[in-house]
C-alpha cells in the first residue's frame, strides 16, 4: 500500500526495516511504527471511512499492515454511550463509555492489538503466536490464533482467576502457569522470544501490536462526530493504551480530520500497583517498579514498558493522574452496572473510580465532555465481586413465601 515508512527508535531516532524487531541495538530505546502522512492524507477521508466496515480496519490506512487485514475482521466500532444516568449520580453534564465489553470477539480491547498483531505475524510467514497476559490477551491470542490457523503459546502469573484461564483453556492452546507475577512472566517470554523463532505478540510484534490500540481513540472522535473529547479516562497496566489513544488523536489532526485538538489524558491506576500515577503525582517521569497487589490483575503490572511515554502524553495534554484502592475498585463497578447496565472487569472499576475521584478534586470539569475506557467485561473477574453484591432470596414455590421476602424489600 506504500502508506508505510519504518520503525524509528523512540529514543536516539534511529531507523530500522519494518521487520520483527522491538528494540534499538544501539541505546535498547523501544521502536514505534513511522507513516507517510502525506500519502494517508489524501487518500483517508471521512467519506472513505465512514463508507467501509465497522470495524477496527476502517482505519488500515493508519494501521502497520502492508496487505489486507487476515485477523479479526469482526473486531472493533465498540458502542460509544452517552452515560446521562452515571453523570447524574457524579453530577457532570456530558460524560461518555467507550464500552469495549461488548462487540469483540472475547469481550475485551485487546482484540484491537491481537487483529493488529496477528495479521502483521502472517505477514512476516510465523507460524506460531504467543504472549505474557494478565488474562486477557490470553484470551484473545489463543481465539483469533485458532481462527487463524496458528500455533499458540500463552503464558500466565499462576495466580490469575480461574475464569480467566479456563477462558484461554477452551480454545485449546498451550496455556504456560508461571510461579511469578507479570513482570516475572514476561522477563521468561523475553527469554524464550530470543531463542525461538515465534510471534511474541507483545515483545518481537510489539511495535505494530501495539499500534491497534488507536483504533479505540479514531473510533472515539469518530463516533462524537469528528471532534476530540475534553478529557479521556484510561486505565493503565503497560501504559500503552493510554499512549495510542493520544498518539491516534494527534494523527487524525495530522491528516486533518479534526480540527482542534485540546483534549487531556487521564491515567486510572489501582492503588496496589500505581507506578505510573506515582510517577505522575511526583512531578517525575522515572517510573519506579512496584510489586502488584490488587484485585485488579488485568492491570497488575508492576513496571510498565511504556509507563515514562504515558507520562510524557500526559503531561504534554495536560492532563493527570489517580489510583483507586480494592474497595473503590469494586463500587466503581458495581456503580457502571446499576447507572448504565454496563457490567465491567475490576479495570472498568479502577476507570469508574478514578472519574469519581478526578471530578470531586476538580480535575475535570463538570461541564467538560469527557470519555471514561473500559476495557474488558466483567464476566471475566466475577470473583471480585463476591461478597460484595446484593443477596439472592430463597424462597418456598409458594406467595406467602415470596411475599416475606416483598416486606423486607419494602420495610
Known amino acids: 500500500m506504500g502508506y508505510l515508512k519504518n520503525l524509528k527508535c523512540r529514543e536516539c531516532g534511529r531507523e530500522y526495516p519494518l521487520e520483527p524487531i522491538y528494540v534499538c541495538e544501539f541505546?535498547?530505546?523501544?521502536?514505534e511504527v513511522m507513516y507517510d502522512y502525506n500519502?494517508?492524507?489524501?487518500?483517508?477521508?471521512?467519506?472513505?471511512?465512514t463508507n467501509r466496515v465497522k470495524s477496527l480496519w476502517r482505519y488500515r490506512e493508519l494501521l502497520p499492515i502492508e496487505?489486507?487485514?487476515q485477523v479479526g475482521l469482526e473486531s472493533g466500532f465498540t458502542p460509544l454511550i452517552r452515560a446521562d444516568n452515571l453523570a447524574k449520580e457524579l453530577k457532570v453534564k456530558n460524560l461518555y463509555i467507550k464500552d469495549d465489553t461488548v462487540v469483540h470477539p472475547t469481550l475485551s480491547f485487546k482484540d484491537r492489538v491481537v487483529s493488529v498483531a496477528l495479521t502483521k505475524a502472517k505477514e512476516f510467514g510465523f507460524d506460531t503466536v504467543a504472549c505474557a497476559s494478565t488474562g486477557n490477551l490470553a484470551h484473545s491470542v489463543s481465539a483469533h490464533g485458532a481462527k487463524a490457523g496458528l500455533r499458540r503459546f500463552v503464558f500466565i502469573p499462576a495466580t490469575l482467576e480461574p475464569s480467566k484461564i479456563v477462558a484461554s483453556l477452551v480454545y485449546e492452546p498451550n496455556v504456560v502457569a508461571v510461579d511469578g507475577n507479570y513482570d516475572d512472566v514476561n522477563r521468561l517470554c523475553t527469554e524464550i522470544a530470543n531463542k525461538y523463532r515465534w510471534a511474541f505478540v507483545n515483545i518481537n510484534i510489539r511495535p505494530f501490536y501495539a499500534e491497534g490500540s488507536k483504533t479505540q481513540g479514531f473510533e472515539i472522535i469518530e463516533q462524537l462526530g469528528w471532534r476530540a473529547p475534553d478529557n479521556v479516562v484510561v486505565p493503565c497496566a503497560s501504559g500503552s493504551l493510554l499512549t495510542k489513544i493520544w498518539k491516534a488523536f494527534k494523527e487524525f489532526k495530522e491528516i486533518g480530520l479534526i480540527g482542534e485538538l485540546n483534549t487531556k489524558m487521564f491515567a486510572a491506576q489501582a492503588f496496589g500497583c500505581n507506578p505510573i500515577?506515582?510517577?505522575?503525582?511526583a512531578g517525575t517521569d522515572i517510573i519506579k517498579p512496584v510489586k502488584p497487589n490488587t484485585i485488579a490483575k488485568s492491570l497488575a503490572i508492576g513496571n510498565p514498558a511504556d509507563g515514562y511515554y504515558a507520562t510524557v502524553a500526559i503531561k504534554e495534554s495536560g492532563g493527570w493522574g489517580e489510583d483507586?484502592?480494592?474497595?473503590e475498585i469494586i463500587e466503581g463497578i458495581k456503580l457502571l452496572a446499576k447507572t448504565e447496565g454496563i457490567f465491567s472487569e475490576t479495570a472498568g472499576g479502577v476507570a469508574i473510580a478514578v472519574t469519581k475521584k478526578l471530578i470531586e478534586q476538580g480535575k475535570i470539569g463538570r461541564d467538560e465532555l469527557t470519555v471514561v475506557c473500559i476495557t474488558g467485561n466483567g464476566l471475566k473477574t466475577q470473583e471480585a465481586l463476591s461478597g460484595h453484591t446484593k443477596q439472592v432470596y430463597y424462597i418456598k414455590p409458594n406467595l406467602i413465601s415470596f411475599e416475606d421476602v416483598l416486606k423486607k424489600e419494602i420495610s
Open 27 to 31: 541505546c535498547f530505546g523501544p521502536l
Open 324 to 327: 483507586v484502592t480494592d474497595l
Open 39 to 49: 500519502k494517508i492524507k489524501n487518500v483517508l477521508t471521512k467519506e472513505v471511512i
Open 277 to 281: 500515577t506515582t510517577a505522575i503525582k
Open 67 to 69: 496487505g489486507e487485514p
